[in-house]
């Protein structure tokens, strides 16, 4: 099958679907290149062109004052950097404190999944953290990629 026809049976499959708040979760994200960030980058262009509403959860980069930032774009991105995120600040933070911000701002967006990318890797509290607010939120049991 072409391209153009998958992308076409893509587009008529996915008017059908439900539209989902998906959150990403990961320490960067643009302007700062990497793997994971591209990744994210592709994966929230995609999901929003199908219509869902995609909440980026990240760190803050050089350049970019105060605790918190929120950036919109076309309406169903939104970007938040916060300092907790900010991955040279990890360990100044408990798992309480990292609780608070996903209940503050996963707990405004109302995610109907979470897909974090190396939460593990760098830091168990920011871990466990993610693992508690998707068990044990208002929507009961997040799906957490």
Do not use: C
């Not at 760098?122 to 929507?139: H, R």
């Amino acid at each position: 099958m072409s391209n153009a026809i998958k992308n076409h049976t893509a587009s008529q499959n996915s008017s059908k679907r439900r539209k989902l708040r998906i959150a990403l979760i990961h320490w960067a994200y643009e302007p700062i290149i990497g793997g994971v960030e591209t990744h994210l980058e592709t994966l929230s262009d995609e999901l929003v062109a199908r219509g869902h509403q995609v909440l980026i959860l990240t760190g803050r980069y050089q350049g970019k004052a105060g605790k918190s930032v929120v950036h919109t774009k076309n309406g169903l991105l939104s970007i938040h950097r916060v300092e907790e995120l900010d991955i040279d600040q990890r360990d100044n933070y408990t798992k309480g404190q990292i609780l608070e911000v996903f209940k503050r701002i996963l707990g405004e967006f109302k995610p109907d999944i979470i897909h974090a990318h190396n939460m593990h890797y760098f830091s168990a509290t920011y871990a466990d953290a993610l693992f508690e607010y998707a068990k044990d939120n208002p929507k009961k049991q997040i799906p957490l990629i």
